[in-house]
Structure formats: C-alpha cells, structure tokens
C-alpha cells in the first residue's frame, strides 16, 4: 500500500507519520482491497481549544474513495479518529461486498 503525506500550515512530523503508517497497515491487513492511503495534516485557527489540528484521510481501494475528518486538540487524537471512522466504512463496504 503506499502513504502519501501532504502537510498544510504543519510542519513536517516522523512520529505522526510511523503512526499513521502503523495504523494504517493494520487497516491494510484486515482489508486487503486498499491500494493506497491519502493523508493530510493541516492546523486551523478557531475559538475552541479542543479542534484545530485536523487530520484527513483518503483511501483509494475499487469503487468509490472512502474519506474520513477528525478535528482534534492534538493530531495524535484526531488521526485516530479518522482510522476508526474509516475501519467503520471498511466494514460496511466488506459486508455489502458479494463473492462472484
């Protein structure tokens, strides 16, 4: 599977990406039909100490993208809120899936 990263307003983070790449190779392994993985960091000014960082995750796998947003007071947070949303939508297209 291959990770592309794209920062916005952040500046560049290992940690954050050997943490997605854990989680998101654990996606890969429960769902073998995802070929690739979109993410994207980027900081947003607001009134709320609990959003701003945001972390959005594309994944491209046969049919339609699947996308998933989480605002959060760190990217640690909302980057796993985006891998739980999008292991939700996997589930879902898997079980709608009929073998030929």
Known sequence: MEIVYEYHDVTRSER????SEEKLLRLKEKYDMVI??????????TSSDRTGM???????LPGPRLFAEASHDTFDSALLESVNDLEKQLR???????PY
Do not use: G
Request: aromatic letters at 8%; proline letters at 0%.
């Open 16 to 19: 954050l990406e050997k943490l």
């Open 36 to 45: 690739r993985a979109d993410v994207f960091f980027k900081q947003e000014n």
């Open 54 to 60: 945001i972390c959005n995750i594309r994944l491209s």
């Open 92 to 98: 879902k297209r898997k079980e709608k899936m009929t």
